[in-house]
Each structure stands twice: as C-alpha cells, then as structure tokens.
C-alpha cells in the first residue's frame, strides 16, 4: 500500500537554530500536506501544496513539493519555543489521506 | 473558527463491549474521517466518508468496525467488540473538499481494559 516515511523521527535544537523534515512518497501524490500536532493536542493543518516543484511560506516555515510529487520538506528558520511539537506530512491519494510518523521537535530555551 | 466536535473525551470500557465514538463535523464539510493514534505514534487512517458511503477504508478496518451518518450533524464509529490493541487516541476530520485541508476533533482516548 501507500507508504510515506518522514526523517528525522526526533529533532532536538536550540532556540534560533533552524530546523527540517523530509518526507518521501512511495507512489505519486495529488498533494501533500503538512500538519503540526502540540504534545497532548490534535493535528492542525498547516498547509497542502499541489504543484510539481511548488515551494511556499509561512512566516519562518517554508514548505516544498518535489518536482515529481513524490517528497516534501519543511524548513523553519531560527525556531522558537513555540514551534514543539510533532509535524507530520501528509500524502493525498485518491481520498485516502496517509501520515507520516511524525518529527517530533523539542527546543532548549 | 468552526470545530470538529468529539465525545466522549474519554472512553474506558471492558473487552468485548461494543463502543460507539460521536463527531459532529463542520456543518459546510462534506466529506469525514475517522483516524487513530496508539500514544506516540504515527495518524493511522482507518475510514473515509462521502455521501453516505465509504470512499475508502483501510485493513485496519476490518468486520469490527462501522461507521455511520444518523441524522445531518453526527458521524460515528462504532466497534463492535472490542479489543485491548483498540485502545487508541480516536480523531475524526472533515474536509469540505476530499483534497482540502482536514479539521480534527480534539478527540477520544479509548482505554480497553
């Protein structure tokens, strides 16, 4: 079946360091979305991208869709003690939405 | 900002019992979901739904499970019997579109003792 794997599993940074997360398709996707779930939370959806290649932002997080479809990356500059928590991809396929397992971020202040 | 609503927050019941988890979606969306999360782990889908009927469900979804749309507002999975490996954070989502952005539910931890 659809797989989509996400690395790092753990990222452990200091605040203002920058920090990324890569996701990986095993089949070609409709579009690949990004949510971001806070310890105890639910997840949030951050964003989707849907074009070959597509590269958007949110503040200090940007987002980018491979040009086959196929990966994604999450990048935020200069991190904040806000931004723990565990992000995960997303790859739409039909109208089967599949997680990846997560990065979990946690930041020393 | 409208909300996913879910009850119970949390659900224990006895192996075997038959439990039912309620979700009242955005009342626009139009499509729903139901996800799991064993605590620490990855958002496993188990079922979508659009109007009326499963568009796609996964092999977690087996006999055991239904979902329902009783009335316009609630959406609900039910278990029929259930096992200690269901014990599991339950989310349910909706998507005004199916490639749209999903809302989730807060959610309901099920502990099966």
């Known amino acids: 079946g659809q797989q989509v794997m996400q690395i790092p599993q753990y990222q452990h940074v200091q605040e203002g360091e920058d920090f990324t997360t890569y996701c990986n398709s095993s089949t070609t996707l409709s579009n690949i979305q990004w949510y971001k779930q806070r310890p105890g939370g639910h997840p949030v959806f951050l964003i989707q991208l849907v074009k070959s290649g597509e590269v958007k932002k949110q503040k200090r997080l940007t987002f980018q869709f491979g040009e086959a479809k196929k990966n994604s990356s999450l990048h935020i500059t200069a991190t904040q003690t806000t931004d723990v928590g565990t992000y995960f991809c997303?790859?739409?396929?039909?109208?089967?939405?599949?997680f990846g397992q997560g990065t979990r971020l946690t930041i020393n202040p | 900002e409208p909300e996913v609503t879910q009850t119970p927050s949390h659900q224990v019941t006895q192996m075997g019992q038959e439990v039912i988890l309620r979700c009242v979606p955005i009342?626009?969306?139009?499509?729903f979901y139901w996800y799991r999360q064993i605590l620490g782990q990855k958002v496993e889908f188990l079922v979508s739904?659009?109007?009326?009927?499963?568009?796609?469900k996964s092999e977690i979804f087996d006999d055991q499970f239904s979902v329902e749309r009783p009335d316009g507002s609630n959406f609900t999975l039910k278990i029929r019997s259930t096992k200690l490996e269901d014990s599991a954070m339950y989310f349910c989502?909706?998507?005004?579109?199916?490639?749209?952005?999903?809302?989730f539910g807060s959610g309901t931890r099920l502990t099966v003792v």
């Open positions: 739904f659009y109007n009326n009927e499963i568009s796609e």
């Open positions: 009342s626009n969306h139009l499509y």
């Open positions: 989502a909706s998507s005004e579109a199916w490639q749209d952005g999903y809302t």
């Open positions: 997303a790859g739409l396929r039909a109208q089967k939405l599949v």
